[in-house]
Every structure is written in structure tokens, then in C-alpha cells.
T-cell receptor
Framework: GAVVSQHPSWVICKSGTSVKIECRSL??????MFWYRQFPKQSLMLMAT?????????EQGVEKDKFLINHASLTLSTLTVTSAHPEDSSFYIC????????????FGEGSRLTVL | AQKITQTQPGMFVQEKEAVTLDCTYD???????LFWYKQPSSGEMIFLIY??????QNATEGRYSLNFQKARKSANLVISASQLGDSAMYFC??????????????FGTGTQLKVEL
């Protein structure tokens, strides 16, 4: 089946630095990708919808200048956490749609960010 | 607005027994889809089963079945013959046009399932 890959799977950075997380669809083209955030033992919260070739659509309360999303190609979306702070530490997961069937929505393995 | 409610933060079940994980939802859309995902400690989201709002029969996938009661707006997951490998967090999710379409999902808070010997 189709695979969505995220990189890095975990990252530790210093407060004030920026971190980029990549989400790739390995064997299909994804015009739309989704970025979720998950705090420990909590649910997934949608941050933004990443649209290839256009600006991302952010959910209410998500700072677009803080979480920069770029969907430069049909197989790659990136999430950049700018000027990271400890409260940005979280598990970030992307998903991508191959088609409209339920089984055609695929999630990446997730990226665990720790900001010191 | 779409809402998914999972009222069981944690569940225990003995190996080989069946377990039901509860999920209720709220939406004003007539067309929607309900998903269940499994998230082991490693973090990846594993798709288990799907039920469309117009599907007349309950969905089944191997040991997983979805008890869909539309009037009650519930979509409970039933896992039969539990295995130790079923221990994980389970999320119920909904896709509806009110969420903006596409495959944007609204997730419940999850149920942590522990299978015991």
C-alpha cells in the first residue's frame, strides 16, 4: 500500500532555533496533506491543511507565522517550527490522501520534537 | 461543528475475549464517514475500519467490527478474540463536509486498551 514518510522521526533542539519536518508521499501524488499535533496522552489536533502550489489553510488558533507549511511538490510538504520554545514540544503527524476511499488516507510515522 | 466523544479513557480486557470501545459523534451533515485508528506506543496511526453514513450494514474487517447506530449517533468498535498485540491507543474519527471536506478528520480523545493474560 501507499506509504507516507516523515523525517526526522525525532529531533531535539534548543529554544529559539527553527526545526523543519518533512512529509513525503512515497509512491503516490498528494495534492493535499494534513498536519496534526498530538500532546502526550491526548488526541490529534489538526493544525493545517497543506495544499500543493498554494498557501496552507490553518485551523483556528494555530499561528501561521509560527508553523510555516510549504507544499512545494505533489510528494512533499514541510512543516517548519520557527523560533521553537519548550511549549512547542509535541508529536507532529502528517497525513496524505491518495484517493477518496477510507483506506486511501495514510499517516506518516510522526515526528517527536523536544525543545530544550 | 463536528465532535467525537470517547468516554472510556482506559479499558482492560483479557486475552481472547471481546471488547467494545465506545464512540459517539455529533454532526449536522447527512454525509459523513467514521474511522477507527490504532496508535501503538511507537506513534504511527494504523487504519482499522471505516463506516460511511449511508452504509446499511455494519463494517467488518477481520477481528474488527463497527457497531453503527445512526439514530444514536454511535459507532462503537468491537474487537473480537483480543490479542496482546492489540494493546494500544484507539481513536475514533469523523470526516464530514462540515469539516471543510477532503480527508480532514476530527478525532476523539482516544481509549487506551490493555490486553491482559
Amino acid at each position: 500500500g501507499a506509504v507516507v514518510s516523515q523525517h526526522p522521526s525525532w529531533v531535539i533542539c534548543k529554544s529559539g532555533t527553527s526545526v523543519k519536518i518533512e512529509c513525503r508521499s512515497l509512491d503516490f501524488q498528494a495534492t493535499t496533506m494534513f498536519w496534526y499535533r498530538q500532546f502526550p496522552k491526548q488526541s490529534l489536533m489538526l493544525m493545517a491543511t497543506s495544499n500543493e502550489g498554494s498557501k496552507a489553510t490553518y485551523e483556528q488558533g494555530v499561528e501561521k507565522d509560527k508553523f510555516l507549511i510549504n507544499h512545494a511538490s505533489l510528494t512533499l510538504s514541510t512543516l517548519t517550527v520557527t523560533s521553537a520554545h519548550p511549549e512547542d514540544s509535541s508529536f507532529y503527524i502528517c497525513s496524505a490522501r491518495e484517493g477518496w476511499a477510507a483506506g486511501e488516507l495514510f499517516f506518516g510515522e510522526g515526528s517527536r520534537l523536544t525543545v530544550l | 461543528a463536528q465532535k467525537i466523544t470517547q468516554t472510556q479513557p482506559g479499558m482492560f480486557v483479557q486475552e481472547k475475549e471481546a471488547v467494545t470501545l465506545d464512540c459517539t459523534y455529533d454532526t449536522s451533515d447527512q454525509s459523513y464517514g467514521l474511522f477507527w485508528y490504532k496508535q501503538p506506543s511507537s506513534g504511527e496511526m494504523i487504519f482499522l475500519i471505516y463506516q460511511g453514513s449511508y452504509d446499511e450494514q455494519n463494517a467488518t474487517e477481520g477481528r474488527y467490527s463497527l457497531n453503527f447506530q445512526k439514530a444514536r449517533k454511535s459507532a462503537n468498535l468491537v474487537i473480537s478474540a483480543s490479542q496482546l498485540g492489540d494493546s494500544a491507543m484507539y481513536f475514533c474519527a469523523m470526516r464530514a463536509r462540515g469539516t471543510g471536506g477532503g480527508n480532514k478528520l476530527t478525532f476523539g480523545t482516544g481509549t487506551q486498551l490493555k490486553v491482559e493474560l
